[in-house]
């Protein structure tokens, strides 16, 4: 099966991608870097949804998935779990829950009535219908990290996040051709006013990409906006009957559903948006330090924010958004590439397709302070764990570095070729060309090779653009330079792209987002 339409950088010969030097008596001009600037001055390629053709791995057996189970339901019937807003410990009163003040205790019965009115797979929509993705099921998409008020920029210099660089983060993703969803606060914008932060994010992202986005849930206010703001780009009864935004959701471990993000969640589950709700999980510290006791309390948590959902919507689409971290406990820090997080992944997924509820958890994070080996742990850490464990869609995709409070662009641009590893790897083996294969085998016989055969050519497996694999001697001449550099030069490149090819919006959408930006700026004190 040809692969070219499906893998950055193909098309390509092999002479642009392998170094043959004992094949031709032709001295090498140019080099690696003049190859890697040539493939990389093709067309922007768009990856599709990812479709799982490799199997999950699975940590428990049936029996122990139901244990956890009625662990999960045991919690939910006896300790209960607060919801800490008076309208919606009303709703699940009304609802037929035993609600003590804002504590809320639900049968199993109850609960499993409500989610299963969850859909196991649906669409997430683009304002380009060419960018519209499937979640849920056997596919997974790719997104970026949010939220961090630092980063380390193009020159390789830490600092304060700015709205610009916030919207250059979202140009960047538009153009990595993994990353399937965009948007939401790719940086924090540390130098506009907190309450009109929201107005802006929302706004570059419909104008900076052409992919799906997130929403803003920190406030229900902040949360119409959003809602509003996507109707101006799609119509009020489209954002009605199809998911345009997804809201991203925190319950407080251990047991607590705060109010801001209450109101956020039935509002964006009104509007039928899908919810990403997701535990804020320090292992050991936010719950007990036994994996098996702390994945009986998060699937607890989400599955009472999911059965909620259902109560303001049946039919609400619903992501288990669950990304545990562990804690050093030495300091209380968040850390990452641990086995007790790996295997609390694992099950994770498994518990996901026990409900048939979609599942989101985080990638390529680390504790490093930079692009060092260290951060590509954490990070391969926490990916592959997502990746065998049947993700859905995974976020924090780029770039994120000290437990999330730092972006580095030098990381970002790697980490976007190690999420095109992945996605490769996603799509299992193919037996179709096996006879054309070994038919070269045959044409080439003992001792040949295949450089030069057209099934090669036509064939070519995934070349990641930023790590070097020539001699030392031509990595010495071309400046020494680490993956870091690499990384920023990549972006530097990829920035370019985007500037020859931006997203196209009709000039109607982008004065009515202005105006409604600078009229809610007017409304919203700060």
Not at 47 to 63: G, M, S
Not at 65 to 86: C, K, P, S
Not at 355 to 362: A, E, K, Q, S, V
């Amino acid at each position: 099966m040809r692969n070219d339409k499906h893998t950055f950088g193909a098309r390509i010969t092999v002479q642009e991608t392998l170094d043959i030097k004992n094949l031709t008596s032709r001295p090498r001009r140019g080099g690696a870097a003049s190859r890697r600037e040539a493939r990389l001055r093709g067309p922007v390629i768009y990856l599709p949804t990812a479709v799982r053709n490799i199997p999950t791995y699975e940590v428990l057996a049936q029996d122990g998935l139901e244990a956890i189970d009625d662990h999960a339901m045991n919690i939910l019937e006896t300790i209960g779990i607060e919801f800490r807003d008076d309208a919606s410990a009303a709703i699940w009163r009304q609802a037929g829950a035993e609600v003590t003040g804002h504590r809320v205790r639900i049968a199993r019965e109850h609960i499993r009535k409500l989610i299963a009115t969850v859909p196991a797979e649906f669409d997430y929509h683009a304002r380009n219908s060419d960018r519209t993705v499937r979640v849920g099921g056997r596919n997974m998409i790719f997104g970026p990290a949010n939220g961090s008020p630092n980063l380390i920029d193009l020159d390789g210099i830490r600092r304060q996040a700015t709205a610009e660089d916030m919207r250059t983060l979202m140009k960047l993703h538009h153009v990595n051709p993994v990353i399937h969803y965009n948007g939401g606060y790719t940086l924090e914008p540390m130098d506009l006013a907190v309450p009109h932060r929201h107005l802006h994010m929302v706004e570059s992202s419909f104008l900076n990409t052409d992919k799906p986005i997130m929403g803003s849930s920190q406030s229900e206010f902040q949360a119409q906006d959003s809602l509003d703001m996507a109707k101006i780009v799609f119509g009020e009864a489209f954002v009605d009957e199809h998911v345009v935004m997804t809201a991203f959701l925190n319950c407080n471990s251990p047991l607590v559903w705060d109010q801001t993000q209450l109101e956020s969640l039935r509002l964006y589950a009104a509007h039928n948006q899908a919810l990403l709700l997701s535990p804020f999980v320090l292992y050991g510290a936010s719950t007990p330090v036994h994996v098996l006791a702390a994945t009986a309390q998060i699937v607890a948590e989400v599955i009472a924010g999911v059965a909620f959902s259902q109560i303001i919507r049946p039919g609400c689409r619903a992501i288990m958004g669950v990304a545990p971290m562990g804690v050093y406990m030495k300091s209380g820090s968040p850390t990452f590439g641990s086995p007790e997080v790996a295997l609390a992944m694992f099950i994770f997924g498994q518990m996901a397709r026990f409900y048939g509820i979609p599942w989101r958890t985080n990638g390529a994070k680390s504790g490093s302070k930079g692009d060092d080996l260290y951060a590509g742990y954490d990070s391969i850490l926490k990916v592959y764990p997502a990746i065998l464990g049947g993700c859905n869609l995974l976020t924090h995709c780029g770039g994120t570095i000290e437990g999330s409070l730092c972006i580095s662009m030098g990381k970002l641009g790697a980490d976007g070729q190690q999420m095109q590893n992945f996605y490769t790897m996603l799509k299992g083996v193919d037996w179709a060309d096996m006879d054309t294969a070994l038919a070269s085998l045959a044409k080439v016989g003992p001792g040949g090779h295949f450089f030069d055969e057209d099934y090669t050519r036509e064939n070519l497996p995934f070349l990641d653009e930023i790590q070097d694999n020539e001699r030392f001697e031509s990595w010495v001449a071309t400046g020494s330079k680490d993956a870091g550099t690499r990384g920023r030069e990549w972006c530097r490149r990829m920035l370019s792209k985007y500037e020859e090819e931006p997203p196209a919006i009709e000039a109607s959408i982008r004065e009515a987002l202005r105006d409604f930006v600078e009229r809610r700026e007017r409304e919203i004190p700060t």
